[in-house]
Nanobody, 119 residues
Framework: QVQLVESGGGLVQAGGSLRLPCAASGRTFSTYSMGWFRRAPGKEREFVGSIRWSDGRTYYTDSVKGRFTVSRDNAKDTVYLQMNSLKPEDTAVYYC????????????WGQGTQVTVSE
């Protein structure tokens, strides 16, 4: 089992920045990848970005490329989502998730943190 706790959400003006940490605990040595997802009001949950734990390779959805960065701190078992140039359409609940080396699917989820971007 892996436990995930996000923090760092809040209210920010358009053009501003936020950094969301996600602290992992438990069987973190079995982590294959950690990802960030978001769910906006009235919309489906969507993939935002991810980082492969073994080599740090990152992936992003097109709408956040060049604005968002996923990074990790192995010593702290923490992954970060740095969000710059925020837009009102980035308003959502942001979730981090972890996949195991066995299933390679996102089996573990945090509770989510609200990000609201005002005009």
């Amino acid at each position: 089992q892996v436990q995930l706790v996000e923090s760092g959400g809040g209210l920010v003006q358009a053009g501003g920045s936020l950094r969301l940490p996600c602290a992992a605990s438990g069987r973190t040595f079995s982590t294959y990848s950690m990802g960030w997802f978001r769910r906006a009001p009235g919309k489906e949950r969507e993939f935002v970005g991810s980082i492969r734990w073994s080599d740090g390779r990152t992936y992003y959805t097109d709408s956040v490329k060049g604005r968002f960065t996923v990074s990790r701190d192995n010593a702290k078992d923490t992954v970060y989502l740095q969000m710059n140039s925020l837009k009102p359409e980035d308003t959502a609940v942001y979730y981090c998730a972890a996949s195991s080396t066995i299933t390679k699917t996102y089996d573990y989820w945090g509770q989510g943190t609200q990000v609201t971007v005002s005009e």
